[in-house]
C-alpha cells in the first residue's frame, strides 16, 4: 500500500524513481543580470543565510531551494519567487537578513495551515505582481496582455540617428536660435544641458533629421510649441524633453515615417528590457 502513494516516474533509462513532491518552491537570484552585483551598487544577496535557514528549518522536501540566475523582472533587483501551493509570491529588494528570516517565517506559518495569513510587515513593502495570472497585491487595475508576436513592421530606427548625440548648437546651426521662451532649450553657463543620456539622443535626433531634409524645422517647432503648452497644462514636473520627444514622435508619424505601432512597439520593450539601454 506504501508504494502506491510515492510519486513514482520512469526515468529514460526505464528506472522507476521516487519524486518528492513539495509544497512549495523558493527561487532566488542571486547572479542575474542586477541580482546581487554590487559592482553596479546594488546590495548583496545573503545567499548563505537562505541556505541556512533551509537547513535549520528542516525545509528539504517540503519547500525546496534554489539559488541561481535571472528570475525575470530586471527593472528589480534581488528578487525572489515562492511558489507555494500553486501560487506565485514575488519580492524584490530582499537583501537583509531581517527580510531573508521574515520570508522564511511567513513559509512556516503557511506550512503550518494558515496559507492566508497576512505577510509579515517588512515583507508588504517588498511584494509585487510579475505573473499574468495573478492581480496586483493592492488590487489596482493592470492591462499590461502582450501579444506573442510583435507587429512585423517594426523595424530599427534608422541609421542616421545612431550617432548623433554629441551635436553641439554649432551642428544645429541656427536651429536652435529659432527656440524662444518656454521653448529655449536648457542650458547652464552656456551650455547645453542633458539630466539623461537619452536626452541628448533625442536632442541629436531631431537635429540631424532635420538637416537630412527628412523633417521640417519649423514643423518641429512648432510641434514642440503645443507639446510644451499642453506639457504645462498638466498637474506634475514638467520635463522639457519629455515634450521634445512627443513633438518629434508627433512630426514623424505626422509625415507617415514612422507609425503609431511602431512607437508603442519600441518604447515597451524599451520599458519592459527587450531591449537593452544604449550606453
Known sequence: MYARRRNLVPRADGRLVNVARPRGQLFVCATGCCCGR???????????????????????NVVHLTIGGCLGPCALANVVLLLFDGQALWFHSMDTEELVRSLYDAIEVMLDGDVGAA??????????????????????????????????????????????????????????????????????????VFEAPWQGRVF?????????????????????????????????EFRYYEAWLAALERVLIGRRIVAPAEVDETAYQFEFGERDDVP
Open 204 to 236: 541629436g535626433m531631431a537635429v540631424a533629421l532635420s538637416e537630412q531634409g527628412v523633417l521640417s524645422w519649423e514643423e518641429f517647432r512648432q510641434a514642440l510649441i503645443d507639446e510644451v503648452a499642453a506639457a504645462g497644462a498638466r498637474e506634475g
Open 119 to 192: 505577510l509579515p510587515p517588512g515583507l508588504v513593502g517588498r511584494q509585487f505582481t510579475a505573473s499574468a495570472w495573478q492581480p496586483r497585491p493592492d488590487g489596482q487595475p493592470v492591462d499590461d496582455f502582450r501579444p506573442r508576436r510583435a507587429p512585423a513592421s517594426v523595424a530599427a530606427p534608422p541609421a542616421c540617428v545612431s550617432t548623433t548625440a554629441s551635436l553641439d548648437e554649432r551642428e544645429a546651426g541656427g536651429r536652435l536660435a529659432a527656440l524662444e521662451g518656454a521653448t529655449t532649450v536648457p542650458r547652464k553657463n552656456g551650455e547645453l
Open 38 to 60: 554590487t559592482q553596479d551598487g546594488w546590495p548583496a544577496v545573503p545567499t548563505e543565510l537562505y541556505h541556512q535557514e533551509w537547513e535549520r528549518r528542516r525545509l528539504r
